[in-house]
């Protein structure tokens, strides 16, 4: 069983930058990979970033490749999202969720899902 807590989201400027840290409980959380995924009002789901196990793979939505930064820390049990040129586009609730398998970038494709925090970029 993983537990997956989100924090760091908040009111940002257009341009600015936000980090969002996923803190994981559970001894095994080295052995998941990790996926960012986000949900703006009115709007579907949808993917952001995706970690493997190691970090040494990672894969971005086209919408934030180039502007977001996924990492993960195996050692603190943390998963991070760097969001710079942060514009309205972006304002969503995001979620971190951990998935067994290599290559997940679907929400269903996930085993644990955080309850979300909400990054709010005004224009």
């Known amino acids: 069983q993983v537990q997956l807590v989100e924090s760091g989201g908040g009111l940002v400027q257009a341009g600015g930058s936000l980090r969002l840290s996923c803190a994981a409980s559970?001894?095994?959380?080295?052995?998941?990979?990790m996926g960012w995924f986000r949900q703006a009002p009115g709007k579907e789901r949808e993917f952001v970033a995706a970690i493997s196990w190691s970090g040494g793979w990672t894969y971005y939505a086209n919408s934030v490749k180039g502007r977001f930064t996924i990492s993960r820390d195996n050692a603190k049990n943390t998963v991070y999202l760097q969001m710079n040129s942060l514009n309205a586009e972006d304002t969503a609730v995001y979620y971190c969720?951990?998935?067994?398998?290599?290559?997940?970038?679907?929400?269903?494709?996930?085993?644990?899902w955080g309850r979300g925090t909400l990054v709010t970029v005004s224009s």
């Open positions: 969720a951990a998935g067994r398998s290599y290559g997940t970038t679907t929400w269903d494709g996930m085993d644990y």
């Open positions: 559970g001894r095994t959380f080295s052995s998941y990979a």
